[in-house]
């Protein structure tokens, strides 16, 4: 049986600030079943996440980091790929059945034909929305987890800032700064995220990033004696204000740049003589370097969020329709917490 | 018994590249006797250590990174201080006799009058000439051994890249690479830094940054499959073109930013998504900091100088009167090696 299947690709790679127009719906055709002999799996998409590291991918530079399939050029009239929950529709591979529910890397699509290296793994029904394995229970939570335990080694009392705060995986690195005992301090671009941030999510205290004339100024207010883990989202020039607040021995985790993903962003020049004398460290990191940990962060994770200690922020839209508007909101703030497709139910 | 006491001061702070005209000789008298009762302690100063980042001590912004005390301002028209051997004349302090030789932290002066808390330490009778202290075998030895080792944990075969390399840190790091077993490019400012890296000290490559139109190009003919471990001792567009060049998970160490220390300098604006994608580590440090390996930085050198497997480049003025030409000489690259002043041989 062959259905109709609506696919999102890009006209052309782009190096500004993305625009719906950048982006295309395409519908082709695909049959739901496999041939004889053929290892294929045939999958009906349920929850897409949309995250805004894909944009560096629709550069025509994206070849310039190219050591890591997160970063791997997606090229126009092709399906993009990216993470996607699932549900088997037909299989000639042995280990996945009509009817499992997958996680794994398929296409912006109503349905994707993958191989079996293309599923990270197969999801038991759960407790929580299957939407959740996308965000604070996938690699967004990995994210904030593996960037702020591993790489930052907070310490229950320091104190914290976290950019992008009200994103996917900011408010999460938020939460679980609290959960240890930290002060933290986020920041963000609408009031409606800071309102979020301190009411809802446990933020010491949160700001609105646009409202500020001076970053620098802003986060002497908030840090005093200053910053000892910041976890950057945007890097460009919070980044530079928050090495020119940071304590000695403080350590920047940069999770992303989202500032600086468009040529027009401001590019960050942080002070190296503050770097020297205060003995900071900044490191880049992506959540696949850490699935040493994926077990210990899922097993804790689904404990805070049983118990209700971990809130979870999720942002859906509906239809393979919305990626290009969900996509190109990532960039004007328009989200709050995780941006998730939502295809189907079941 | 009172003499004469030369010594240096800045006239005023200053925020552009170093001039001798911002330096003053001025004469005192001192006692080289102390008074009853008194702990001082009279030092005659043998040699004064010449280092780059006491700029950044002379700059009306000083304070700003005033989280170390090699930040600490220094006053217009008051004596300067940095690393000195010198031989006590006469001591009030118990634990310091006539004639024993000290490494402190004493004055651009011919005589220093200090307290027991400036001496670092008694040094013996040596096998190797007395300035060594200042350089090979005291800070900037351990800068590099630390920085180096420490920071970096290079392993056998890794490629490695170090700036300033003719300076007095720069040298020592290429040469511990080396008989660590790394591929070891440096570049220099002049043709003869560059011949005396890869002729004496064995450097596999050496260029002279000032004769290439684009670094970024320059570096990949040297690693053409990436830098490893950047040894950073300038920032600047260096530092942009060494993260450029460097391979996933690449560690930089920043010792210094001597192109950074002028107001004039190109801060450094490293590509942020180089750093995320390639999870890049930037990391300042201090000697200070690694005090707890010392002796093993010591007791290491101190056996390769006497195989001569590390060689020591010194570059040596005479008299108080030297210092500012000397000082200023290390921002147009004129050292070659450590810039060491001789004041007296005992």
Redesign the interface.
Known sequence: MEVKNKYIVIKHHFEDAPKEANFELKTGTIALSVAPGSDDIIVKNLYISIDPYQI?RMKLSSSS?G??S??APINPGEAIDGAVIGKVVASGNAKFQKDDLVLGVFTWAQYSLVKEGSILRKLESSEFPLSYYLGVLGFNGLSAYAGFFELCKPLKGEKVFVSAAGGAVGNLVGQYAKLLGCYVVGCAGTQKKVELLKKELGFDEAFNYKEEKDLNYALKRYFPDGIDVYFDNV?GET?EAAVANM??FGRVA????IS??NSAGR???P????????????????AA?FLNVFEEFFSKTLDYLRTGELKTIEDISSGVESIPSAFVGLFKGDNIGKKVISLAED
């Open positions: 560096n980091q050591t890591s997160f970063a890097g980044l304590r000695i940069v999770c992303g740049v600086e993903y590019k960050a020049s002070n190296m003589l503050d770097i020297v004398y205060k003995r900071i460290s900044i490191r880049g990191f992506l370097d």
